[in-house]
Structures are given as C-alpha cells and as structure tokens.
C-alpha cells in the first residue's frame, strides 16, 4: 500500500469486549445504517446491487468490542434494527482491527476470511453480492498527509 501507514492486527483486550456486551448496541445500529446511507447517497454504493439488498437483514459484530450493528435495507434505504434478528440473512463478525484493515483497503474480504479473521454466515449468494460491491466501491483519495521527520 502507498500512503506509508498500515493498520497493525491487533486485538482489544477482553475488558473491553465485556463492557461492550452490556452497552445499549441500537446506537452502533443507528450509526452504521447512516454512514451506509450517506455511502448510497454520494453514489459510493452501485445502485444495481442495492435492489438485490431489498429486504435483508444483516447484523455485523465487532468481537472484540463487543459490539453489534443490526440493519435492513427497505425501500431504498438502510434502516437500524433495535434488536437483533434470530436469523439475519447474512452476518460478519471480526476484531475491529480487520473492519478497520477492510475500510483501509488494506485487506480484502477474501484473505480475511481464508486467514479466519473474518467470519460471514448466512446466504452464500446475498454475501458474493456484498462482496462485490465493496470490489466496486471507488474510494475518493484522501489527501496524503506530510511525513513526521524526528
């Protein structure tokens, strides 16, 4: 990777995730059906495979925080759940430190999950569709910051 940082493996310690079991998890809901949104709205979300999105819900866990985003997409936008389905129709679960190397473009979904650092269950189909639409996503660049000389 070119910007000259990396996001190190890392993982949070087990007080953490503790803690973060017993926080209120409809917040973290909320806050990611947003960023989504926004996501769709820039158009950084191919439009074709948000209808294929239509009705499913999705739950992402972040193990070591012990956290949990629980949303459906309906009628053309992401929603946030309160609670988190039985069954979503498709679930990843990961430390923070592989959503962050994801969001970095500095892993992809594939070495994640062959390295198991990243767990997807639910249907195969709806997650080759995810999965390709992270492929398609086009970042903008973000301006290089100076280099730190000591």
Do not use: C
Request: glycine share 6%.
């Amino acid at each position: 990777m070119s910007q000259g940082f990396s996001i190190p493996r890392f993982k949070l310690p087990a007080l953490v995730a503790s803690l973060g079991s017993r926080l209120p998890q409809w917040p973290h809901s909320l806050v990611l059906a947003t960023a989504l949104n926004l996501a769709a709205r820039i158009g950084l979300l191919p439009e074709d495979s948000l209808v294929l999105l239509e009705g499913r819900t999705f739950l992402v866990e972040v193990l070591d925080a012990g956290g949990q985003a629980s949303f459906t997409y309906r009628d053309g936008l992401f929603r946030p759940l309160s609670t988190v389905p039985e069954t979503p129709d498709l679930a990843f679960s990961a430390n923070l430190s592989a959503f962050l190397q994801l969001l970095a473009r500095q892993e992809d979904p594939d070495t994640l999950f062959f390295n198991r650092e990243l767990a997807i269950v639910g249907d195969t189909e709806l997650g080759l569709v995810i999965k390709n639409m992270l492929d398609a996503v086009e970042l903008p660049q973000l301006p290089r910051l100076p280099a730190f000389r000591h």
